[in-house]
């Protein structure tokens, strides 16, 4: 427990630090790649997602999502690509290989869809190379370019406003 703390306290400042060095510079141009960040407790349903990028006329091996569970006993019995705090250790080091693809992968589109507050969760979404990123938690607004602030329970609404915005900004 005591080490708990100073581990969540040197991942807290490297998230810090990540935001403080951030630089927002959206690219021109369509969306061809996509990565999806989850709170699997809040929003399970991953296949809705795959149904939505779909419609985007998004492939879906150009879009990879990776759920995070607090509880490292029931990402075992979950299918997917999954993360627990387990794979995340000092200074915001990444254990999971999966994890550390999805993080160094350069998406066109990074979709943050969680609004509990969990610092493995925001340790990615700081750390992803993502171009675009797109957030449903309004607490959360230096993490995001766009912040669509929606209910997890309402995907519908959030997908239409994201295509909406994403039409916008002449990225489909």
């Known amino acids: 427990m005591f080490l708990k703390r100073f581990k969540d306290k040197s991942n ?3 998230v810090n630090k990540l935001l403080r060095e951030r630089e927002v510079f959206i690219k021109d141009g369509e969306i061809k790649t996509v990565g999806v960040l989850l709170n699997a407790y809040e929003f399970a349903e991953v296949e809705v997602f795959h149904d939505f990028l779909r419609g985007l006329d998004i492939q879906q091996a150009r879009t990879r999502i990776v759920s995070f569970v607090s509880d490292a006993k029931a ?3 979950l299918w997917g690509a999954y993360f627990n705090p387990d794979h995340i250790g000092w200074n ?7 994890l550390q693809i999805f993080v ?3 998406y066109d589109l990074l979709l943050c869809f969680y609004k509990e507050s969990h610092l493995e969760l925001d340790l990615i979404a700081a750390e992803s190379k993502a ?4 957030g449903i938690s309004r607490d959360k607004s230096e993490f995001f370019d766009l912040i669509i ?3 997890t329970h ?11 915005y994403l039409n ?4 489909l």
């Open 104 to 106: 160094d992968t350069d």
């Open 149 to 151: 602030d929606v209910p």
């Open 154 to 164: 309402d995907f519908k609404t959030f997908g239409s406003e994201l295509t909406k």
């Open 92 to 98: 915001g080091k990444i254990s999971h290989p999966d």
């Open 12 to 14: 807290q400042k490297y």
């Open 131 to 134: 171009n675009l990123k797109v």
């Open 168 to 171: 916008v900004l002449n990225k």
């Open 75 to 77: 990402s075992k019995e």
